[in-house]
């Protein structure tokens, strides 16, 4: 059974850095895509950020472009989430969830999912 947890959230204020950890366990890791995503009050969850297995692609929603950044260690099987230039509107639940392939699949495809970490950003 795959387990995702993710770590590093908290509360910081506008223009603030973050950076969230996601330790994997119960499935090979370093040959699945890995995804960041969110979910703020009263709004649906949304994807923010995926990395390919190795590490060689990735892709952001256009909102965290150029202040985000994600990465891997597939030593330590865990993904990162660097976040820079926060803005209150980044306040969410922050998610990683595993998918099912090494590329980084359609936002449907994330099969294993941790339990979330509360980000909050002050203005």
């Known amino acids: 059974q795959v387990q995702m947890v993710e770590s590093g959230g908290g509360l910081v204020q506008a223009g603030g850095s973050l950076r969230l950890s996601c330790a994997a366990s119960?499935?090979?890791?370093?040959?699945?895509?890995v995804g960041w995503f969110r979910q703020a009050p009263g709004k649906e969850r949304e994807f923010v950020a995926g990395?390919?297995?190795?590490?060689?692609?990735?892709d952001y929603t256009d909102s965290v472009k150029g202040r985000f950044t994600i990465s891997r260690d597939n030593g330590k099987n865990t993904v990162y989430l660097q976040m820079n230039s926060l803005k209150p509107e980044d306040t969410a639940v922050y998610y990683c969830?595993?998918?099912?392939?090494?590329?980084?699949?359609?936002?449907?495809?994330?099969?294993?999912w941790g339990q979330g970490t509360q980000v909050t950003v002050s203005s």
């Open positions: 990395i390919s297995q190795s590490g060689g692609r990735t």
């Open positions: 969830a595993q998918a099912g392939s090494s590329y980084i699949p359609p936002r449907d495809k994330y099969d294993a």
């Open positions: 119960g499935r090979t890791f370093r040959y699945y895509a």
